[in-house]
């Protein structure tokens, strides 16, 4: 019988190791896992690489992850050169990869996919572009830009079941889906368990086939 229900936050990141790329959704607060990350921080991981919307905001378990010195590398895209992962970058102790958000999103969308690198035109013509491979295609300048892959993905769900299906509430669906898709491991944090079945099918906004671990914490609502 398939049940990807673990016990707890600390059993669903069971194996992660040192120097994993780590997936996590969300945009400003929203459809991040924080109970995960909580977790994360917990288990000792060390010489990460995270790839996110942005460095977060100060107080978080995201930057509270980098202030122990836990991450090696930022791949976001923004920081914000008054908060903790802008100092931590000036003082070069953090690597940062700053990527244009839809590019992102499409990056990470592709390493799910399985498509090798696209082209864009998002950024061919600045400082991002040095250095890098280009062509005309269509009278336009474009970048190519290369997938990304995790090892992890956090996922912050609103509704889960034992085969890993889930669905998320409103603005909680930006990254999540795609990042687990990209990720060699999906965890996911829902509010709700439900039985087999509940969910109906046109309600499912990520398919188990793509989820590897599913643990219910239901305060993860007070954090919405």
Not at 9 to 38: K, M, N, Q
Not at 198 to 208: C, D, Q, R, S, W
Request: charged share 25%; hydrophobic share 45%.
């Amino acid at each position: 019988m398939i049940d990807k229900f673990v016990p707890s936050a600390a059993a669903a990141l069971e194996g992660v190791r040192d120097g994993a790329t780590v997936l996590i959704a969300g945009f400003g607060e929203v459809g991040v896992a924080s109970l995960l990350l909580e977790a994360l921080i917990a288990h000792g991981a060390r010489d990460l690489t995270l790839v996110c919307n942005s460095g977060g905001r100060d107080g978080t378990p995201l930057v509270r992850l980098m202030e122990l010195g836990r991450v090696r590398k930022l791949i976001c895209s923004f920081v914000r050169p008054a908060s903790v992962a802008g100092r931590l970058q000036k003082e070069g102790k953090l690597e940062t990869e700053i990527v244009p958000q839809g590019t992102l999103a499409e990056r990470v969308r592709a390493g799910g996919a399985g498509i090798e690198g696209f082209y864009t035109p998002t950024g061919a013509d600045t400082v991002v572009a040095e250095g890098r491979e280009r062509r005309q295609i269509g009278g336009k300048m474009c970048l190519l830009e290369l997938p990304i892959r995790g090892d992890l993905a956090l996922v912050d769900a609103w509704e889960g079941d034992r085969w890993g299906n889930l669905t998320f509430r409103g603005a909680q669906r930006n990254f999540n889906p795609l990042m687990a898709m990209a990720a060699d491991l999906a965890v996911a944090q829902c509010v709700h368990r439900r039985e087999l079945g509940e969910i109906a099918p046109e309600h499912v906004h990520l398919p188990g086939m793509f989820v590897d671990r599913v643990v219910h914490l239901p305060e993860a609502e007070r954090r919405a």
